[in-house]
């Protein structure tokens, strides 16, 4: 059973997806100092990656179903998180900590289907009659995508809506 080079380039990326993922877990454990340009990214860049996503699987209509379901899921997922968090007004900041199982457990989800698929592709040309898998995401891809989009744009906007209000908050404490 020979391996092709695209196999080993899939092959190479895995650390590199594992890495990203290991240091974004971290990140979702504890309490966090609230930068306000993530939030700003977050909410920018994900609808734009879910309108691509969309847009590369217009000719599977059960894919769009999943990404939208996804997308339902991941937005109550992101109230229910926003609403366990934590949050903290300090003198140094504002700081909050997260409900780390959700963010967690999605990102891991993701992160294996992405493995899987990756193992998918790479041992579609070991040999065989198996035909190679198509590279359009697939609906269980894009149902886990979309939930994890969903969480990430409607926590990102939850914590934009409290930033400003801790701002006014801080302004009428000023004024008085």
């Known amino acids: 059973m020979a391996l092709t080079p695209q196999t080993y380039i899939m ?11 290991y240091s974004r877990i971290r990140r979702m454990v504890g309490r966090q100092k609230l930068i306000a340009w993530r939030q700003n990214v977050t909410v920018c860049l994900f ?12 000719s599977n209509p059960y894919a769009l179903l999943a990404l939208a379901g996804g997308l339902a899921v ?3 997922l ?8 934590k949050f903290e007004h300090t003198h140094e900041g ?14 891991l989800l993701l992160v294996g289907r992405i ?9 579609a040309g070991t040999g065989g009659a198996t035909p190679p898998p198509s590279p359009i995401p697939t609906a269980p891809t894009l149902l886990l995508f979309g ?5 990430y744009v409607t926590y990102a906007i ?13 302004l009428v404490q000023l004024d008085s």
């Open 147 to 151: 939930m994890l989009a969903g969480y």
């Open 158 to 170: 939850g914590l934009i809506i409290w930033r400003r209000r801790a701002a006014k908050e801080k």
């Open 94 to 107: 504002l700081f909050y900590t997260p409900n780390s199982h959700l963010g967690i457990g999605l990102s």
């Open 115 to 123: 493995l899987y698929r990756f193992i998918e592709v790479g041992m």
């Open 11 to 21: 092959f190479a990326f895995i650390p590199l997806i594992l890495w990203r993922m």
């Open 78 to 85: 992101g109230i229910f998180g926003h609403r366990t968090t």
């Open 47 to 58: 609808p734009l990656l879910v309108m691509l996503m969309a847009f590369v699987s217009l």
């Open 74 to 76: 991941g937005t109550g």
